[in-house]
T-cell receptor, first 111, second 114 residues
Framework: GAGVSQSPSNKVTEKGKDVELRCDPISGHTALYWYRQSLGQGLEFLIYFQGNSAPDKSGLPSDRFSAERTGGSVSTLTIQRTQQEDSAVYLC?????????FGPGTRLTVL | GNSVTQMEGPVTLSEEAFLTINCTYTATGYPSLFWYVQYPGEGLQLLLKATKADDKGSNKGFEATYRKETTSFHLEKGSVQVSDSAVYFCALSDHRFGNEKLTFGTGTRLTIIP
């Protein structure tokens, strides 16, 4: 079956622009996560959605970052007024009662 | 809060050598523990997991035992292959309050030379 998909796979943008990153989780998975992986760094938790519960936004680094999940399925991570330090690979994952399945990521480069 | 500390890399071994990558954790509850692997140019994928104390997770010749007394989940393989070259991440998931958020270690890059 289909895994987690993310789009775009690569995004190059100019400092100050807004970007939207999309995640399509595995069908039926109730939990969805966004993580960030910077060069030479580990995985940084950003936000977690579980069913209809309020999302855990504790990892969002600033108010420029926001995410939503529509209809319990597709999720969009939005970064407003991008900065160079936002450059990273943004990973989405979904799970159902257990381990996460990760998407291939979106590589964001802010010039 | 929860945290995961894993052995710093990079680690370079010869083919058929014995591998250990150390991982220790801090959690207030009873977490599940995981090892994820990221092969070059690929996404993260689950390697193995253990959900309670003394459980042993295993896959592809890799093993890790959930040790509550030492709060550890060390990854081992008896004879590594070139194809095992990858970055390995230890992680925990704390199920309290229904939140299964994964907390990751910083990753250990493993290179196996023929």
């Amino acid at each position: 079956g289909a895994g987690v998909s993310q789009s775009p796979s690569n995004k190059v943008t100019e400092k100050g622009k807004d970007v939207e990153l999309r995640c399509d989780p595995i069908s039926g998975h109730t939990a969805l996560y966004w993580y960030r992986q910077s060069l030479g760094q580990g995985l940084e938790f950003l936000i977690y959605f579980q069913g209809n519960s309020a999302p855990d936004k504790s990892g969002l680094p600033s108010d420029r970052f926001s995410a939503e999940r529509t209809g319990g399925s597709v999720s969009t991570l939005t970064i407003q007024r991008t900065q160079q330090e936002d450059s990273a690979v943004y990973l989405c994952a979904s799970s159902l009662r257990g381990a996460c399945f990760f998407g291939p990521g979106t590589r964001l480069t802010v010039l | 809060g929860n945290s995961v500390t894993q052995m710093e890399g990079p680690v370079t071994l010869s083919e058929e050598a014995f591998l250990t990558i150390n991982c220790t954790y801090t959690a207030t509850g009873y977490p599940s523990l995981f090892w994820y692997v990221q092969y070059p140019g690929e996404g993260l994928q689950l390697l193995l997991k253990a959900t309670k104390a003394d459980d042993k997770g295993s896959n592809k010749g890799f093993e890790a035992t959930y040790r509550k007394e030492t709060t550890s989940f060390h990854l081992e393989k008896g004879s590594v292959q070139v194809s095992d070259s990858a970055v390995y991440f230890c992680a925990l998931s704390d199920h309290r309050f229904g939140n299964e958020k994964l907390t990751f270690g910083t990753g250990t890059r493993l290179t196996i030379i023929p």
